[in-house]
């Protein structure tokens, strides 16, 4: 715990570096999905695992925001040892509503 507080510190000299080395990395390991949920709404989540691990966080974003937001979150948690799953509320986040057309008209 000690290290990654220290971690911490060095990283925000550096943020530019961390986001676009070690936290781009480690977000492209993610494991992306979704289930059907109520009504066959999609609802999207994204996931980090490993083998060693034995406890996981999950976290919810609020209203209109994406799991995308929480990279570095997860990135944290990870590292201190837990697994992570972030969900999207559903009809939110990186959910995709089919394009509805007005029935109404301009004048």
Sequence with gaps: M??????????ENAFAAFT??????????????????VDDIPVRF???RAQHHDRVVVIC?????SYVKYAELAYDLFHL???V????????????????RSTSRAC
């Design 85 to 100: 799953l972030i969900i999207d509320h559903r009809g939110q986040g990186r959910f995709r509503s089919p394009v509805r």
């Design 20 to 37: 676009m080395g070690p936290l781009t990395d480690f977000w492209r390991q993610r494991d992306e999905a979704e289930f059907t949920g």
């Design 2 to 11: 000690f290290q990654q507080q220290k971690d911490w510190e060095t990283r």
């Design 46 to 48: 994204v996931r980090f």
């Design 81 to 83: 040892g837990f697994d």
């Design 61 to 65: 974003p609020g209203r209109i925001e």
